[in-house]
């Protein structure tokens, strides 16, 4: 299973991204997906978590900013970033628990996509 995250890039204060997230492989479901981001020198930390069923929570900083979204068709997450200020700098990561066929039985595992930069600056 691979994850492919995609749509960083460099906005003004106030400006909006959109971040999407793509798996692919041999995944019979996704469970959650969530959205995390670091900077250089400090932990990884949780922005924004979806479950299967649409539930979603968020990290205080990013409430009415930001929003996790889903379509489980194409085993996709999105995050849209609006609002932006420069305390989002940082590389954003995606992690999507799947469950997959192993062997004769279905195992859920945790991958993690490759981070993509965010920078939010004038």
């Known amino acids: 299973v691979q994850l492919q995250a995609s749509g960083g890039g460099l906005v003004q204060p106030g400006g909006s991204l959109r971040l999407s997230c793509a798996a692919s492989?041999?995944?019979?479901?996704?469970?959650?997906m969530g959205w995390y981001r670091q900077v250089p020198g400090k932990q990884r930390d949780l922005v924004a978590n979806?479950?299967?069923?649409?539930?979603?929570n968020y990290v205080d900083s990013v409430k009415g900013r930001f929003t996790i979204s889903r379509d489980n068709a194409k085993n996709t997450g999105y995050l849209q970033m609006n609002s932006l200020q420069p305390e989002d700098t940082a590389v954003y990561y995606c992690?999507?628990?799947?469950?997959?066929?192993?062997?004769?039985?279905?195992?859920?595992?945790?991958?993690w996509g490759r981070g993509t930069l965010v920078t939010v600056s004038s």
């Open positions: 992690r999507a628990d799947v469950r997959i066929v192993a062997g004769t039985s279905l195992t859920d595992r945790n991958y």
């Open positions: 492989g041999s995944i019979f479901r996704i469970n959650s």
């Open positions: 979806i479950t299967r069923d649409g539930s979603t």
